[in-house]
């Protein structure tokens, strides 16, 4: 890839949603691999390194923080006004 294209279009078509992040994130709390009270930035340690970049973005499209618990992100519900 040439270095001047922007980062957008570095990112491949396979992408991590928030549903599969979620879901992996619960099964490592469920296998007891993992707390609900660790940092999302735990979560690294169980998707490959080349992979993680396109975890953090979807993450930071929800804004969500390396730093905030694994609870957060398993527990959160998106309401919308009825």
């Known amino acids: ?5 922007p980062y957008r279009d570095m990112i ?14 619960r099964r490592l709390v469920q296998q007891k691999l993992i707390s609900r009270q660790q940092a999302i930035y735990t979560l690294c340690q169980y998707i ?3 992979e ?8 930071e499209e929800n804004d969500f923080l390396l730093r905030d618990c694994i609870g957060d992100l398993i527990s959160y519900e998106n309401w919308s006004n009825d």
């Open 12 to 25: 491949p078509s396979i992408r991590y949603s928030l549903a599969v992040i979620r879901d992996e994130a």
């Open 1 to 5: 890839m040439a270095a001047d294209k």
């Open 48 to 50: 490959p390194a080349r």
């Open 52 to 59: 993680w970049i396109y975890v953090e973005h979807e993450l």
